[in-house]
Structure formats: C-alpha cells, structure tokens
C-alpha cells in the first residue's frame, strides 16, 4: 500500500513539473506578445515563443525568446515581416504580469531580420515623403524609384537609381547614383541636394529593443535588413 501512494505521489509531482514547464513559457510568451503588439500598434499579427525553465522566471530570465511579427508598422513604415531571435532576457516579471509591459527589459545578444517590400516603400514615399505617384524596384542591390517631385510650384516626373546603405545603427539612407528630371539628367552632387529630404529612408527606431543595424540588401523586390539585438551590441 505504501509503495503504491508512493508512486501516486510521484505521478502527481511528475505531473505538475511537467504542466509548469509548458504553462509557464507560454504564458509569459502571450503576455510578451500581447506587450510587443502594444508598442508596435497597427501591426497585422505579433507571435512569441519562450523557452526557459519555470523556476528562472522567477526572477524574470528567458533563455530563448523568439518573435515573429506580420506587417509591423515601424514609426512611418510598415515591415511586411519582423523576426527576431534573442538570448539570455531579463525582464520585470511581475510589471510584466501585472499591467502588461516591457519595462526594464535587458537583451545579452541577438538577431533578426526586417524584411521590406517595394510596395511598402512607395507607400512610405508618398505618404511620408511627398512623392506623387511613386513606384519604387529593387533588384539587384539597386533602388530605382519614379514619382512626382514638387519644384517650386511644378510637379515634375523624376527618376534616380542608388544604393541603400547604413547611415546609422537604426537607419538607413539612399545614396543616389543617377537622378533624371523630366528627362534630363542632374548632375550627381545636386541631386543628392534635391532628394535630401528622402533620408533616412528607412528607420527601425520604432523597434521597442536596442537594435543595430549590421547591413541591408535590395533584391527580389524586397528590402532585407540584418540586427544586432542586445544591450551588449
């Protein structure tokens, strides 16, 4: 009789170690989701994974979190896709718990993707940038953009082709290389003067972590920009 509650015990202890393992992860993951969407509002989808054991959530350490975010606005731009993979995370477990923010969080390292498209970038240069009309290619490592440029009080059908390249740890500028108005070619020093205001073009200052940017491709259609994650970055 004896043995047999033994085991009993032993089944209900195996039990609820197991039951913390996976409750308690998840739990922090969801509360960690639902703070990232409230620092990144309007974005389509955010979805957190946690991996730590349940006894150092105690004092707030996740080992692993990884965050995939769909059609994340990023202050005037949206990234059709954000994906992050952190290590060694110190949070305020209980604010975060409690009123559901990321107060005091600290990173040891990490990385991640941004992922933009070219539809994304025209919108950004019309509704941020005042270009009419915009469209915008991205192929290999070259940033052609068309659009409708305001000269005094004339609208005028211009056309550059640059580089983006990192101007800062969370921007990025367009370096233009050829720039024609109306059909007329400008000279290179005064059409980096007049497309002055397109920089940065792209910021990742919304990003609610410290983040670096480590380098940034164009291609495919796609803006691809590699971080650094970390406060030790």
Known sequence: MAGRRLVTWLLVVVVLVTGAVIVAPAL?????EAAIAQELPGTASVDVRVRTA????????????EVEARRALL??????????????VHIDISRLMREGVLAGTRVGEGEGMVVLGHEDVARFLVTARGVGRAVVTLAGGVVTIEGDVRVGTVDLRARLEGRLVVSSPT???????????????????IGRMLVGNLNP??????????VRIESVAADEGQVRIHVRVGDRT
């Open 75 to 88: 202050g005037e731009i949206i990234a059709d896709r954000l994906s992050i993979r952190l290590r060694d």
């Open 171 to 189: 921007t990025v500028d367009l370096h233009v290389q050829t720039l024609t108005v109306s059909g007329v070619e400008i000279p290179e020093e």
């Open 201 to 210: 073009l792209i910021t990742l200052r919304g990003i609610p972590l410290p």
């Open 54 to 65: 349940p006894w150092r959530l105690i004092r707030g350490t996740l080992d692993r979190v």
């Open 28 to 32: 922090v993951a969801w509360r960690v």
